[in-house]
């Protein structure tokens, strides 16, 4: 599933996994994942690596449920968690208020900033913005549904973060844990 031009690039766009309901709006940004949620973040994370799609750099709000998403993903990718386990590259990881309840322009935005030298970029965030950044990216590639808790969308990019633009990333791969 890599992608064999060494000049594209990959952006992996995550919604985050099922969270717990919530009882009050200004709690929002602190609910928990679910239990499912949790085993479909792990879920996303041994795709992730199964399809050769290591992040060098992961952009995650600063949600509650979007940290535990990547700490689930993480899990998946590796086995351990971010900050340990066997020895090898560990993507940059930047958390950003920014992309807490971020409209797509917003995303884009951040996803402009990524290293140039990376190669792979994960960006965790919420619903409406997230699902609104795929169809952006590729106006043909979504359906009217979104991004489903936990969906991975694999976008192929132009050979620069910076040059990054509507309608210029192919949607390559959707995945989700649940059928």
């Given at each position: ?165 509507r309608s210029e990333a192919p949607l390559t791969a959707r995945h989700t844990a649940r059928g």
């Amino acid at each position: 599933m890599t992608d064999a031009d060494p000049d594209t690039l990959t952006l992996v766009l995550l919604r985050h996994a099922k969270a717990e309901q919530g009882s009050d709006a200004a709690d929002d940004a602190e609910r928990p994942l679910s239990a499912r949620g949790h085993a479909d973040a792990a879920a996303a994370g041994a795709w992730l690596a199964h399809h050769g799609l290591l992040p060098d750099v992961v952009i995650c709000s600063t949600a509650r449920r979007t940290r535990q998403t990547w700490h689930g993903v993480a899990m998946g990718m590796t086995g351990s968690p971010p900050e340990g386990g066997p020895t090898g590259p560990r993507p940059t990881v930047r958390y950003e208020p920014g992309a807490y309840d971020a409209h797509p322009e917003e995303l884009l935005s951040l996803v402009r900033t990524v290293d140039p030298e990376a190669r792979t970029a994960l960006l965790i965030a919420h619903n409406p913005g997230i699902s609104l950044l795929s169809a952006l990216l590729d106006p043909e590639g979504v359906d009217d549904e979104g991004l489903r808790t936990a969906e991975l969308a694999v976008h192929r990019c132009p050979p620069s973060w910076m040059e990054l633009s509507r309608s210029e990333a192919p949607l390559t791969a959707r995945h989700t844990a649940r059928g």
